[in-house]
């Protein structure tokens, strides 16, 4: 599967961005899709993630302020962030999950200004 991240961009603390992910396949059969990221001398970390029974899992520090969501039919991953702070600068990560495989997208950079 190869998975094309778009949407970041440069955006002032409280506004918000619309990440989005596509995949060259279907994505129904995949078990677990999310958005990680990776800010500057940080180790990469978990944004939100959800199941192919839509089940979402959300990092602390996003909780509230972000929404992932899956397109099935489309195969899309998007993310969806509000309420952005600087401290969400980050290279943001596509991820595709199942037992027996794993998948990175490219990465897009988002820059939050204060």
């Known amino acids: 599967v190869q998975l094309q991240a778009c949407g970041g961009g440069l955006v002032q603390a409280g506004g918000s961005l619309r990440l989005s992910c596509a995949a060259s396949r279907n994505i129904f059969s995949i078990d677990s899709m999310g958005w990680y990221r990776q800010a500057p001398g940080k180790q990469r970390e978990l944004v939100a993630s959800?199941?192919?029974?839509?089940?979402?899992n959300y990092g602390d520090s996003v909780k509230d302020r972000f929404t992932i969501s899956r397109d099935n039919a489309k195969n899309t991953l998007t993310l969806q962030m509000n309420s952005l702070k600087p401290e969400d600068t980050a290279v943001y990560y596509c991820?595709?999950?199942?037992?027996?495989?794993?998948?990175w997208g490219q990465g897009t950079l988002v820059t939050v200004s204060s």
């Open positions: 991820n595709a999950w199942s037992i027996a495989f794993e998948y």
């Open positions: 959800i199941s192919n029974s839509s089940g979402t």
